[in-house]
């Protein structure tokens, strides 16, 4: 078959549609960039780059464009699209970005960093930065990995299962208040009924899995698949064989780490014991 023709003429590509979108209303509006941020409550500089690209913004900014320009959740929509589309994410993680998307359900081990499924946005823009990623592409990513949460969002949402080992709950952010909420996100998603928040204390010991972090997925078609990735690489682990390997281990891990229930108390304890205030 043929690809379908493009009658409109404008982008395809989510990100870039979403930014032709908003200059060609701005544009049939006759009005500048500093006329929108009057009205709408921005700084000017925000829709430029909005314009050109270089940012998604928030869902709000979407939601109040769209109230602006009369195109109820239309901009939302294109905004979510633009979020979701794995292609903005390096090469060794796009594939994993598509079936996180279509997962009936997932389960992860992380040892030394909280899943980006439950990052506050300046918990990633830390831990995305201590990798070397700054500026304009520092903000896209951060965008992209927060508009991931979606995934867990609503009455579909798949189940998660998450085990934590207590070295992630003492790698705290350099500001105090910042890591307060991490913390308190944390607690707060475990109390979704899809989300279930186990901790790995240090005194179980060594385990299989010590210099590797690793999500399964369980898809549609009935195959579970793996992500592993320790510091120098990330694979999509997709034979039968490794993925019960890895399963066998994460297994065991689960078996060992506090319930949800002393999982949560022990999460609580953490967070009471970070300073209000960055030390001097």
Known sequence: ?????????????????????????????????????????WDPSLFGKL???????????????????????????????????????KEQYRRYMVLEGEALSLWHYGGGTIHGLLQTPEYARELLAAGGIKGEELDRQVEARIGRRKVLEGDDAPPFRIVLSEAVLRASLR?????????????????????????????????GLMDTAVTFLRLLDGRTVAYAENDVRGELVEETSRVEGLQRKYDAIRDLALNPAESRTFILRVLEDVPCERST
Request: hydrophobic content about 40%; proline content about 8%.
């Open 175 to 207: 500001d105090p208040g910042e890591w307060r909420e991490q913390l308190a996100y944390l607690v707060k998603a475990s109390e979704r009924p899809n989300i279930t928040v186990c901790v790995l204390p240090f005194g179980t010991g060594l385990h």
């Open 1 to 41: 078959m043929p690809p379908r023709r493009v009658i409109t003429g404008r982008s395809q590509e989510p990100r870039r549609r979403f930014a032709e979108e908003l200059r060609l209303l701005r544009t049939a509006r006759g009005e500048s960039l500093r006329d929108l941020a009057k009205v709408v409550g």
């Open 51 to 89: 314009e050109s690209g270089a940012t998604l913004g928030s869902p709000e900014v979407a939601e109040a464009l769209d109230q602006h320009y009369g195109t109820p959740g239309l901009l939302l929509a294109l905004w979510e699209l633009a979020v979701a589309d794995p292609t903005q994410f």
